[in-house]
């Protein structure tokens, strides 16, 4: 027997009914997936739409800030608070500061960032000590956490460690 005449017998129109069914299948599968590596795709693209934001201490001023060094929008800012252990009173003082929140930051700005030292003993506002926390903190060394959205919504966090009187990016992530 001939390739020819196995295929035509092979090929009767009960099997071009199957062989069409399945073609339209494997096309409406190759469409479904084609659809979701779209949606994958859009979505690590947005990914990349991230701020990039670091924060500065001004000395002359004793201010802190987070700045906005990037052209997109990061909103919905949150700052981890921060344990610290002061040595520059003669003494050991334990305290933890906190930051308000900051709705959003615009391209290539920068906002103050509202530091308040509480007490680790009784979680008291050290009312006094807050006033010139900066000063207090320029010399320390420790991390400081940064969470934000960008334009398109999607949370990052950047973990920052400060050492001397810089702050460096330790680590970006994607939170999902």
Not at 27 to 54: C, G, H, Y
Not at 147 to 155: A, Q, V
Not at 162 to 169: L, Y
């Amino acid at each position: 027997m001939r390739a020819e005449e196995f295929l035509t017998l092979f090929i009767t129109s009960v099997n071009k009914d199957w062989l069409v069914i399945l073609a339209s299948l494997a096309a409406i599968l190759a469409l479904l997936e084609m659809r979701r590596l779209r949606k994958v795709l859009t979505q690590e693209i947005n990914k990349k739409i991230l701020p990039q934001l670091s924060l500065e201490i001004d000395e002359k001023n004793l201010v802190m800030y987070l700045k906005n060094d990037s052209p997109y929008l990061a909103q919905n800012i949150q700052i981890d608070e921060i344990p610290l252990v002061l040595d520059d009173f003669g003494f050991d003082l334990g305290i933890t500061i906190r930051f308000n929140e900051i709705a959003f930051l615009k391209p290539n700005e920068k906002a103050e960032l509202g530091l308040k030292a509480y007490d680790n003993k009784d979680n008291s506002l050290m009312g006094n000590l807050t006033e010139r926390l900066v000063s207090h903190i320029m010399s320390a060394v420790f991390k400081v956490k940064v969470y934000f959205s960008n334009i398109e919504n999607y949370r990052f966090s950047m973990l920052f460690n400060k050492e001397r009187e810089k702050f460096f990016i330790e680590k970006i992530e994607y939170l999902p």
